[in-house]
């Protein structure tokens, strides 16, 4: 499933987002949200993980609005805290996205033997 493996590759990136970086707090912030907006690109037609993908824009709503303006060591905890939070959110969404693909597999082959 192509959806899955997108989805892995920018949970990977964005697990190794790191807030003290050559660029700044602000580059971290501005990837998360970059990486985030594909997933949720990705995760709009299943309907399953409309909860996901609500607490995947709380995550880059709060960024929007303590993140954008300064970088503290304060802003930094908040960046880690929440860039967890939204690894467990990932996680759940690739058990959720295993759990399709092994439901259509079953259902590929229920077809295969109704056509034989």
Not at 65 to 81: D, G, M, P, Q, S
Request: glycine share 2%.
């Amino acid at each position: 499933m192509e959806t899955k493996k997108n989805v892995e590759t920018y949970s990977n990136l964005i697990d190794g987002i790191k807030f003290e970086n050559e660029n700044g707090g602000a580059y971290a912030y501005l990837q998360f949200l970059a990486y985030s907006r594909e997933v949720i690109l990705l995760l709009r037609p299943i309907k399953r993980l409309e909860r996901q993908i609500e607490s995947i824009e709380a995550i880059n709503w709060l960024f929007n609005e303590y993140l954008a303006v300064n970088f503290t060591f304060r802003h930094k905890i908040i960046f880690e805290e929440k860039k967890n939070e939204a690894k467990k959110v990932f996680n759940y969404i690739n058990f959720v996205l295993s759990e399709l693909e092994i439901k259509e597999s079953r259902t590929q082959r229920i077809v295969h033997a109704q056509a034989a």
